[in-house]
């Protein structure tokens, strides 16, 4: 599977598991097993989404949002169950309006989940931890 190191952006190719006790990119040696939020803007958007065959699920927010606010560390914590699994990612809408465009993000927060580069699912409104765990998980490979 295509896995984008979250450190270098370079693409690596991992053999699928179940679960993971190393994984290291081939390129600059860091831990492919991400278990943070990385952000995402218009120069590194595409490269991420397209290059993972893992589900990239993308939290787009805005600082001045309150929902936002609330759901941005329930979105932290459940990026820490998916190293490897899922890549779990932010756009500030505010700062990349034209991400914000592309997509027709209309209300914040808005997730979008995305595999290979194309979206498979659309969820609008601030979400708990285990809803997000549960809508993760509902797209990971059995």
């Known amino acids: 599977m295509k896995v984008v190191c979250p450190y ?14 190393k994984a290291n990119c081939g390129h600059c040696k860091e831990s ?3 278990d943070k939020v990385l952000e995402l803007y218009e120069q590194n958007f595409d490269l991420v989404v397209a290059n993972s065959s893992i589900p990239v699920v993308v939290d787009f927010w805005a600082p001045w949002c309150g929902p936002c606010k ?28 034209n991400l914000a465009m592309r997509f027709d993000i209309r209300s914040i927060p808005t997730i979008l989940i ?27 490979p059995n």
């Open 8 to 21: 270098c952006f370079n693409v690596n190719n991992v053999p699928y598991k179940k679960s993971y006790k």
């Open 32 to 34: 492919l097993l991400f």
């Open 70 to 97: 609330v759901m941005a560390p329930e979105f932290e914590k459940a990026a820490k169950e998916f190293p490897l699994k899922a890549l779990f990612a932010k756009v500030n809408t505010q700062e990349e309006q």
């Open 114 to 140: 995305f595999k290979e580069g194309e979206i498979i699912y659309q969820m609008k409104g601030a979400m708990k931890k285990d809803a997000i765990v549960s809508l993760a998980n509902s797209f990971l």
